[in-house]
């Protein structure tokens, strides 16, 4: 009985002690635990704050490269509008040397060959302008002017050939006129139906060539060949007399084959063609130039 009463007093003497153990190993702990959160949160602030100056820096130098590129846009020779601009001011110098022509020029002058390509070339390009991007409507008035200034030319050489017996070569230049314009129509009518069975065959390259955004349904493709055609002309006629060189229009076809060469890289579609061509009758226009004047002014 002694016995039993000493061990109970002695286990209520370090109840006391053990609790204060265990507490104390709880707040130890506790402790830690609160220790290990707040590194937690404070390396995930951290990390929150590396993440949002990383994205600030990302967003920072993505404005500034857009910046940068929209800065060069701007600038004269990346300059779509200011390329198209110049180039329609001398197509309308083209309209402007034939109604010139028409006022103060012997209709002897006036190359038939030309005025043809010129009919079919202002035709395409007014419909080019209309559908190109960004759309030029100061180029499409010009070459619709144009269009009209070259059917006066037109009558004026038929008529001077008529009044001057050469009723053979009107009635040829007649015929080939009237099988352009019905290969034309064909073309535009029968058009549709050959790009869509082309693409529709699935024929590889071809289809893809027959779907392309300036291929040849297109007129982003034929505006271009229309203008290799003035090219053309102009290099057929390279030993033309020089009395015959109208001035004022091969002014006109140089400064546009000058801005044209740049500006069909500017626009969308990107006509490598429009480009090509354009540099061709730079070249070709400018010879004549140099003739013209050579021939008028330092000679």
């Not at 857009?66 to 329609?88: P, Q």
């Not at 035709?123 to 991007?133: C, D, E, G, I, P």
Request: net charge positive; glycine share 6%; with cysteine.
């Amino acid at each position: 009985m002694i016995a039993a009463t000493t061990i109970s007093r002695m286990a209520s003497s370090q109840a006391p002690k053990v609790l204060r153990l265990r507490l104390a190993g709880n707040s130890t702990s506790q402790v830690k635990n609160n220790n290990y959160m707040k590194r937690y949160f404070s390396d995930k602030t951290k990390e929150a704050a590396n993440t949002t100056a990383k994205e600030s820096t990302s967003s920072s130098t993505a404005a500034t490269t857009a910046a940068k590129e929209e800065a060069k846009k701007t600038t004269w020779w990346n300059n779509t509008a200011w390329w198209g601009t110049a180039g329609a001011m001398a197509g309308w110098g083209m309209s402007g040397a034939a109604i010139y022509d028409a006022l103060e020029s012997s209709p002897e002058l006036i190359s038939l060959n030309m005025t043809g390509v010129l009919l079919v070339y202002s035709s395409l390009f007014a419909r080019w302008a209309f559908v190109v991007k960004p759309q030029n409507l100061l180029l499409a008035g010009c070459h619709i002017t144009n269009v009209g200034a070259q059917m006066n030319q037109l009558r004026r050489a038929v008529e001077y050939k008529k009044e001057n017996g050469k009723d053979d070569e009107v009635d040829d230049i007649m015929k080939k006129a009237g099988a352009t314009a019905a290969a034309g129509a064909a073309c535009v009518l029968g058009g549709p139906m050959v790009q869509s069975a082309l693409v529709n065959a699935n024929l590889g390259f071809v289809s893809s060539i027959a779907a392309a955004e300036a291929g040849p349904f297109t007129v982003h493709f034929w505006a271009p060949m229309s203008k290799w055609m003035i090219s053309g002309a102009s290099f057929m006629e390279l030993d033309r007399p020089t009395e015959k060189i109208s001035l004022a229009q091969y002014t006109a076809l140089t400064m546009t084959g000058f801005f044209f060469s740049r500006y069909a890289l500017l626009v969308a579609p990107i006509n490598y063609t429009l480009c090509s061509v354009n540099i061709a009758l730079f070249g070709s226009s400018a010879w004549h130039l140099g003739r013209k004047i050579k021939a008028d002014f330092l000679s």
